[in-house]
T-cell receptor, first 116, second 113 residues
Framework: AQKVTQAQTEISVVEKEDVTLDCVYE???????LFWYKQPPSGELVFLIR??????QNEISGRYSWNFQKSTSSFNFTITASQVVDSAVYFC?????????????FGTGTRLTIIP | DAGVIQSPRHEVTEMGQEVTLRCKPI?????LFWYRQTMMRGLELLIY????????DSGMPEDRFSAKMPNASFSTLKIQPSEPRDSAVYFC???????????FGQGTRLTVV
């Protein structure tokens, strides 16, 4: 069984503050993929990043960075110098492959509100 | 490419009526997924296809739900008969290969009254 836990249901920060969204996962597979998606108020789901289980290097993309730690089964997402446009629900997701069957499981999401 | 295209964007129907949701995946993508999003249950995978073949429909809630993919560029999700508890946002997504990122459509907001 696989499970993705996003313990933070809602977070509010003042604009320009840094914020970290937590994601903890469970899987028995040694090969798996982790994802982050953003769902802005308009409702669509926007892909942000994909990371495979063999690549533990942190990644930075502009104001976004991701910290993948297999030892703690975590894949956390940090927004630096937050902006109002970052207000959205953020989902962490896990993909594993069992007997040719592909499963993508989403966490429950973290609603991030950036206060101007 | 225009991305994943879903229609309609909004659907309001009466209980008992048949509802058909439509999806056009990104050209060249081998995988197509149908998800449902509700406040109570979050994002749930209903069914997915690989090369037009249904692979896993274990997430389909009941026999009232059915999905087809007659060709690589079109899929439908049908609910017959619809019930108020089917009210949700239904997303279609496609991905290029196994375990690559899925790109989502804008969703269909279904309201069953």
């Amino acid at each position: 069984a696989q499970k993705v836990t996003q313990a933070q249901t809602e977070i509010s920060v003042v604009e320009k503050e840094d914020v970290t969204l937590d994601c903890v996962y469970e899987t028995r597979d040694t090969t798996y993929y982790l994802f982050w998606y953003k769902q802005p108020p308009s409702g669509e789901l926007v892909f942000l990043i994909r990371r495979n289980s063999f690549d533990e290097q942190n990644e930075i993309s502009g104001r976004y960075s991701w910290n993948f730690q297999k030892s703690t089964s975590s894949f956390n997402f940090t927004i630096t110098a937050s902006q109002v446009v970052d207000s959205a629900v953020y989902f962490c997701a896990l993909s594993e492959r069992n007997f040719g069957n592909e499963k993508l499981t989403f966490g429950t999401g973290t609603r991030l509100t950036i206060i101007p | 490419d225009a991305g994943v295209i879903q229609s309609p964007r909004h659907e309001v129907t009466e209980m008992g009526q048949e509802v058909t949701l439509r999806c056009k995946p990104i050209s060249g993508h081998d995988y197509l997924f149908w998800y449902r999003q509700t406040m109570m249950r979050g994002l749930e995978l209903l069914i997915y296809f690989n090369n037009n073949v249904p692979i896993d429909d274990s997430g389909m809630p009941e026999d009232r739900f059915s999905a087809k993919m007659p060709n690589a560029s079109f899929s439908t999700l049908k609910i017959q008969p619809s019930e108020p508890r089917d009210s949700a946002v239904y997303f279609c997504a496609s991905s290029l290969r196994s375990q690559t990122e899925a790109f989502f459509g804008q969703g269909t907001r279904l309201t069953v009254v």
